[in-house]
């Protein structure tokens, strides 16, 4: 099955995940490529192939050479993000030649150079693109493809290799996919998730992340008479965010600029809920972030005299760098692998997450790499062809290099 099949495949199947559950995984529905991953690396011969029924899957490529090779793992995540609707993905694939690219006629959506320049750099490449209605998927769909398609295909050849450890996960997009992740049993000294974005990008460095929620109790009172009664708990979330200077909010920040982000404002008049990710690569700024969330709600409180507004700060992962650079070879593999299939590294710091900063809290050192794809979780989201066959290779000279 060649890459581009294999990741269409995939992609067809819905499996956006869900923050608002607490079944593991989030939903049901990323069960069934679980299943099709294990049923596939279960014929084409990987050995130790097991799926825990939570939507963790795992398989390995036992060794073929008595050489001094690493056991290395390769892990990507399953689940899509549930931002935008996966109901009927139809993925479809552009012979790009340059130009806007016309992503639903019917309801005038295109992707455009303006919009997205980026898009200058992949002409004469095979563009997999949505109709315009869903997201696509390749996060991190095609980095589940690449690790079937490179790890088969060395399979297949008889080159020599350590030991090759597989995993998927599910929940990633929500924050979980480590949660229940076996790395005691898991096999590899360390580990890659194939989680990134435009070929050539390394990452070992990730926010420090927090969620704060905000639960706002206010006092509905009839519009009619409600002077010096009412306390409009909408109200209290808009003042809130505006205590939150503009220039520190993701649409304003870039490389290693922290943030705060609405995600998410429910309610009414009498209760409001309102959640917030808070994000910085420095340690000693992404605490004084949280304070600062929370003396923002000490002021409100006091403003209106009593405790009207509860919030509830909790830390989700950290960043990674400090003990990805105790192992600097790890990069070096990546870095060295790339130039050797004539791709020209880019060491950059991730803006988010990925399950490689847990692992890597959890006693599993993983870094990240690219996935050839870009404008994730949404409606312009691609990933080129011949990009997603160059990973396959690079994952390949990553296995049989010593």
Known sequence: MKILDRFIEYARIPTNSDEESVSCPSTSKQLALCELLEKQLKEAGLSDVRSDGRGYVYAKLPANSQKSFPKIGFIAHVDTSPEMSDTDISPRVVDYKGGDIVLNEKL??????????????????????????????????????????????????????????????????????????????????????????????????????????????GVSIHPGTAKDKMINALTVAREIDSLIPAWERPEHTEKYEGFFHMTNLNGGVEEA????????????????????????????????????????ISDSYYNMRELIETAPYIIDRAYNAMKDCGVEPVVIPIRGGTDGARLSYMGLLCPNICTGGENFHGKYEFVSVERMEKISDIIIKMLTTE
């Open 108 to 217: 005038g959506i295109k992707m455009t150079v303006a919009d997205f320049p980026s898009l200058n750099n992949y002409v004469n490449e095979h563009l997999v693109v949505t109709d315009g209605t869903t997201l696509l998927g390749a996060d991190d769909k095609a980095g589940v493809a690449e690790i079937m398609d490179a790890v088969i295909r060395l399979k297949e050849s008889g080159a020599e290799h350590g030991d090759v450890l597989v995993g998927f996960t599910p929940d990633e997009e929500i924050g979980r996919g480590a949660d229940l992740f076996d790395t005691q049993n898991f096999g590899a000294d360390y580990a890659y998730t194939v989680d990134g974005g435009a070929l050539g990008e390394i990452e070992y460095e990730n926010f420090n992340a927090a969620s704060a929620v905000l639960k706002i109790s």
């Open 273 to 312: 809920k309102v959640k917030y990710i808070i994000r910085d690569h420095d340690k000693a700024k992404f605490e004084e972030k949280k304070r600062r969330m929370a003396d923002i709600v000490d002021y409100v409180n006091r403003k209106y005299g009593r405790k009207i507004v509860e919030c509830t």
